[in-house]
């Protein structure tokens, strides 16, 4: 396996500057989808950097009903040659036949609807960006130019081919697992078994990128943001055991504790079940 490159040949350095950040509320990588979901209603904000000439180059742009934003991984220091996508089957691909954020140049672009001009805040659509994600630049989206349906997308058909097959994993959910998702989804507005079934039902076998790995000899957990999902594979049925905090206690009541995300979720979470963090034990079939 290639290991993570994390310094290049030296190269002459170039200047960006940053002219403004998102502000999505989506604070784990886990919520933002690899595309925007626009069959979804949700409204971002781009808050561009109060400057004169910012406030000059944004005139025009409201007549647009769709920008590109160009932007930074800021979260991400290294890079692969060979990635492995989320979608479709376990199988390494080139980096620069994906869109994987661990690049040689953490560089990002993603179609956004504009909504509208306020000042210098952008109102838009549904984004895929984490909040806080630095911008440097925006450029309008034109369809005669930057539309072409008709191109081949390489790897990507034969993944949708794949996509479009019946689901191969059904869930099914113990009844811990149900009511903790349904007091999550009912207490705090946090939901993301939906997200989760779409990836489980496909394939539930450990997968780096998708955040899945064994935990025992027949349990598996996956990385859902803050969260976690415990869940074991019996021939076609995926059974959620558990949900969990994806933090330890003394992390949430430590000195950095207030940046961990739902930190408050999770410190009531575990008052409500506090042997949630008593694994493997409880979980052996």
């Known amino acids: 396996m290639l290991n993570a490159v994390k310094e290049l040949p030296e190269q002459p350095n170039l200047t960006l500057h940053t002219i403004g950040y ?32 910012y406030r000059i180059a944004l005139q025009d742009l409201s007549g647009f009903s ?56 952008l109102l838009l659509g549904p984004c895929d960006l984490v909040d806080g994600t630095p911008i440097f630049d925006i450029k309008p989206y034109i369809p005669a130019y930057d539309a072409f349906p008709e191109e081949k997308s390489g790897w990507l058909d034969d993944v949708d081919t794949w996509m479009a097959q019946p689901a191969r994993y059904r869930m099914r959910y113990d009844s811990l697992a149900e009511l903790q998702a349904q007091w999550l989804q009912d207490e705090w507005q946090i939901d993301f078994m939906a997200r989760a079934e779409e990836l489980l039902e ?29 869940f074991c ?37 575990l008052s409500q079940w506090p042997l949630s963090a008593d694994f493997p034990s409880r979980l052996k079939m």
């Not at 089957?89 to 690049?103: D, E, K, L």
């Not at 496909?202 to 415990?230: L, Q, V, Y």
């Not at 558990?242 to 410190?267: F, K």
């Open 22 to 53: 998102v502000r999505t509320g989506k604070s784990v990588k886990f919520e933002a989808l690899h595309q925007p979901d626009e069959s979804k209603e949700e409204q971002s904000v781009l808050e561009i950097i109060p400057h004169e000439e």
């Open 66 to 121: 769709r920008i590109w934003l160009i932007w930074w991984f800021h979260r991400n220091d290294t890079w692969r040659p060979l990635v492995l996508p989320p979608r479709g089957p376990s199988q390494r691909r080139g980096v620069f036949a994906t869109r994987s954020p661990h690049r040689p140049n953490p560089i990002g672009m993603t179609p956004v609807k504009l909504l509208g001009v306020d000042g210098y805040n």
């Open 202 to 230: 496909r394939d539930p076998s450990p997968h780096r990128t998708r955040r899945i790995r064994k935990r025992g000899a027949e349990i598996h957990e996956m990385g859902c943001g803050a969260w976690r999902i415990r």
């Open 233 to 269: 594979i019996d021939q076609n049925e995926v059974i959620v055991r558990e949900i969990a905090p994806g933090y330890p206690l003394q992390t949430l009541i430590g000195e950095y504790g207030a940046e961990v995300p739902d930190r408050d979720a999770q410190l009531a979470f």
